[in-house]
């Protein structure tokens, strides 16, 4: 049996600090246009892909943050990306940065919607595994400092009914973390939507960097074998502010295949036709959880090691 969606990922190049919201909102319509002429019924967009990717700079000012954040959504300029959803009845991924006002309080978050083809917001997630750092590292040219602009997502790792498929999300560094997949994937995912902003040069290490776009694809094709889903995986990419990102957006197959592949650094459609009934091989005979995997045994090892007296 087969159950297809034919799902797009929407590739963006950079988005300059000036570039108001109107002007990417209207990049990611003709985006969703081409999506929709090439028959995709879900558009995957990057994280933070209404914005530049701010956590580059030490922000003090907290207006000049704030402005970085959407307050509601569908805001007044993000809304026709809504009404263009629901007028070509295609479904889409988006990432954003959330502020939340509770009293006097703000609460910073790295989130993603989905929404479906009526242009209805149908599940949030929020960024779990934020990278960097809290304080400005010296003599860095750019910072990374997620840690200090974003709480750590608070709505777990949901997975929900849509496309006629089970759905699930994450951001970013999430797709490095083995438990992002496996959370969704003993919730029987079957197509994770994902977006990016990956810095060529975010470790500082001359020799580690040079692997960024190969450890992109290795932690993606891993995630997408070992737990039987499908991965839509976007980037923000080329040179945004100065800063060298990495593009290779990708989809990637529940065999850990990548099926289509950007080839440029901007703003680019990706399509392919996802069979959601595949990762049911792979669930049904090396990745049955239920028969093969061991989780007492796990327990287990932790325990003993733990117990071990030091010269044992
Ligand atoms: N936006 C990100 O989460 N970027 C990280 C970099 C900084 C390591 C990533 O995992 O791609």
Redesign the pocket.
């Known amino acids: 049996m087969s159950r297809y969606l034919d799902v797009a990922a929407a590739q963006m190049g950079p988005v300059a600090r000036d570039e108001p919201r109107s002007s990417a909102v209207r990049r990611m319509i003709t985006l969703m246009r081409e999506a929709r002429a090439r028959g995709a019924d879900l558009v995957v967009y990057p994280?933070l892909a209404l914005t530049t990717?701010f956590p580059r700079w030490v922000i003090d000012d907290e207006s000049e943050l704030d402005a970085f954040f959407e307050t509601e959504m569908p805001g007044r300029e993000t809304a026709p990306l809504f009404e263009e959803s629901a007028r070509l009845g295609i479904s889409f991924y988006l990432g954003y940065a959330e502020l939340v006002r509770e009293g006097s309080e703000k609460r910073r978050f790295n989130t993603s919607i989905f929404v479906d083809g009526t242009g209805t917001i149908a599940a949030k997630y929020r960024k779990v595994h934020l990278?960097?750092h809290d304080e400005p590292q010296a003599g860095r040219t750019f910072q990374?400092l997620?840690k200090r602009y974003f709480r750590t997502g608070d709505l777990g790792f949901p997975v929900w009914h849509a496309c006629g498929g089970l759905m699930g999300m994450c951001?970013?560094?999430d797709?490095?973390w083995p438990e992002t997949y496996r959370v969704m994937g003993l919730q029987g995912v079957e197509l994770i939507m994902l977006g990016?902003?990956?810095?060529v040069h975010?470790t500082g290490y001359e020799a580690v960097d040079a692997l960024a776009g190969f450890h992109n694809h290795l932690s993606v094709q891993a995630g997408a074998y070992q737990n039987a889903t499908w991965v839509v995986a976007t980037a923000k990419g080329g040179t945004e502010e100065g800063s060298e990102m990495i593009a290779q957006s990708a989809i990637v197959a529940p065999s850990g295949e990548i099926v289509a592949m950007a080839s440029t650094r901007g703003d680019e459609v990706i399509t392919a036709r996802c069979d959601l009934d595949l990762g049911r091989f792979y669930r049904e005979t090396i990745f049955d959880f239920e028969r093969h995997r061991e989780p007492s045994a796990y327990g287990l090892i932790v325990e003993r090691k733990g117990a071990r007296p030091p010269d044992a």
């Open positions: 994280e990717f990278p960097g990374h997620e951001l970013c560094n797709r490095r990016y902003n990956t810095p975010h």
